[in-house]
T-cell receptor, first 112, second 113 residues
Framework: GQQLNQSPQSMFIQEGEDVSMNCTSS?????WLWYKQDPGEGPVLLIA?????ELTSNGRLTAQFGITRKDSFLNISASIPSDVGIYFC????????????FGTGTRLTIIP | GAGVSQSPSNKVTEKGKDVELRCDPI?????LYWYRQSLGQGLEFLIY????????KSGLPSDRFSAERTGGSVSTLTIQRTQQEDSAVYLC???????????FGSGTRLTVV
C-alpha cells in the first residue's frame, strides 16, 4: 500500500538540541497527523493539522501542514531524554474515510 | 476499559497454523482499525470497521487474512495458514466516528517460525 516518504530515517542528537523531520507525498492529503511510538507500545497522537498552511504547537512540538497539502514537518525544540522514540507522520486521503496512510518513521536517539 | 486492549501481546506460531488476534476497543468507540507494522517499517493499513457499515477491507494482503467485529465491540483478526512474512506487530486502534486521533493498543507481536 501507499506510504508517505519521511526523512530523515534516523537522527542522533544531543540533549538540548532542536530536531526537525518532514514528510512528503505525491498525493494531496486532507489532514496530517504526527504520532510518537515508544518501544513495545502503540503510537500516540502528538499533533493533528486540518488546514493547508496551518501551524500548530503542542509544548515543545511544532508542526505545519504544507501549503501544497503534500507535505508536513515536525520540529521539537530543546530535546529531552523522553523524546526518544519513533515519530510517524500520517495523512488522511479522503474526507469521510478515517483510514490513515502512515510514513516510514523517523527514529530519534539522544546521545548522552 | 480505559484503553485499547490487545491479546495476546506475543504469539509464536508454526508456519501453516492459523492464529487469532483479539482487540477490545475503548467503550463507545464505534470505529476500529487494524494495522500491521513490520520490523523497521511504518504502519500498513489492513481493515477498518465503522459502526454497522460494511468494513473497508482494502488493505488485507491476501485471502488468508480476515477480520470480524462482533456486536460493534470486540474484533478478531484471523490469519490462516501463516507464512514467515506474516511476522510483524499487529496494531489495533479505535476512535469516535470522524475523529482521526485514534487510540492504539500496544499490539500483538506475531512470530511465525
Amino acid at each position: 500500500g501507499q506510504q508517505l516518504n519521511q526523512s530523515p530515517q534516523s537522527m542522533f542528537i544531543q540533549e538540548g538540541e532542536d530536531v526537525s523531520m518532514n514528510c512528503t507525498s505525491s498525493s494531496i492529503f486532507n489532514t496530517w497527523l504526527w504520532y510518537k511510538q515508544d518501544p513495545g507500545e502503540g503510537p500516540v497522537l502528538l499533533i493533528a493539522l486540518y488546514k493547508a498552511g496551518e501551524l500548530t504547537s503542542n509544548g515543545r512540538l511544532t508542526a505545519q501542514f504544507g501549503i501544497t497539502r503534500k507535505d508536513s514537518f515536525l520540529n521539537i525544540s530543546a530535546s529531552i531524554p523522553s523524546d526518544v522514540g519513533i515519530y510517524f507522520c500520517a495523512g488522511q486521503l479522503s474526507l469521510g474515510n478515517e483510514k490513515l496512510t502512515f510514513g516510514t518513521g523517523t527514529r530519534l536517539t539522544i546521545i548522552p | 476499559g480505559a484503553g485499547v486492549s490487545q491479546s495476546p501481546s506475543n504469539k509464536v506460531t508454526e508456519k501453516g497454523k492459523d492464529v487469532e488476534l483479539r482487540c477490545d476497543p475503548i467503550s463507545g468507540h464505534t470505529a476500529l482499525y487494524w494495522y500491521r507494522q513490520s520490523l523497521g517499517q511504518g504502519l500498513e493499513f489492513l481493515i477498518y470497521f465503522q459502526g454497522n457499515s460494511a468494513p473497508d477491507k482494502s488493505g488485507l494482503p491476501s485471502d488468508r487474512f480476515s477480520a470480524e467485529r462482533t456486536g460493534g465491540s470486540v474484533s478478531t483478526l484471523t490469519i490462516q495458514r501463516t507464512q514467515q512474512e506474516d511476522s510483524a506487530v499487529y496494531l489495533c486502534a479505535s476512535s469516535y466516528p470522524g475523529i482521526l486521533g485514534y487510540t492504539f493498543g500496544s499490539g500483538t507481536r506475531l512470530t511465525v517460525v
